[in-house]
Nanobody
C-alpha cells in the first residue's frame, strides 16, 4: 500500500515536497516513480528512480523537481521547486518490483494558483 501526502495550494514560484510511504518497504523496488494527472488530461510521467539510483525526469520538470528516497523510512519524495500553474494536478506515487508487481498510491492534489 502506498500513501502520498504533502500536496496543497501554493502560489507560482513556491515549493512543495510530496512524500510516498510504502507499507511493504521500498528496499526491493526496481522502480520508484511519480506521475501526475491534470483535469481532462491523461496521466503523465514526472520522475523516476531505479534501484541503481538512476533518475529520469520529464522535460517539463527537469531542473525544478527532484526525486529521492529514504529506504529506512520506506519513503519516496518529490521535491518540487519553482512551481508553475501548469504543475497543477493530482500526483501519484508508483512502485514496481522485480516480479513486475505494481502499486499506485491514491494521489495527492497539488494546486498552483495566483
Amino acid at each position: 500500500q502506498l500513501v502520498e501526502s504533502g500536496g496543497g495550494l501554493v502560489q507560482p514560484g513556491e515549493s512543495l515536497t510530496l512524500s510516498c510511504v510504502a507499507s511493504g518497504g521500498i528496499f526491493r523496488a526496481a522502480v520508484m516513480a511519480w506521475y501526475r494527472q491534470a483535469p481532462g488530461k491523461d496521466r503523465e510521467f514526472v520522475a523516476s528512480m531505479d534501484n541503481g539510483a538512476r533518475k529520469r525526469y520529464s522535460e517539463s520538470v527537469e531542473g525544478r523537481f527532484t526525486i529521492s528516497k529514504d529506504t529506512a523510512k520506506s519513503t519516496v519524495y518529490l521535491w518540487m521547486n519553482n512551481l508553475k500553474l501548469e504543475d497543477t494536478a493530482v500526483y501519484y506515487c508508483y512502485l514496481r518490483f522485480p516480479d513486475a508487481t505494481k502499486f499506485w498510491g491514491q494521489g495527492t492534489q497539488v494546486t498552483v494558483s495566483s
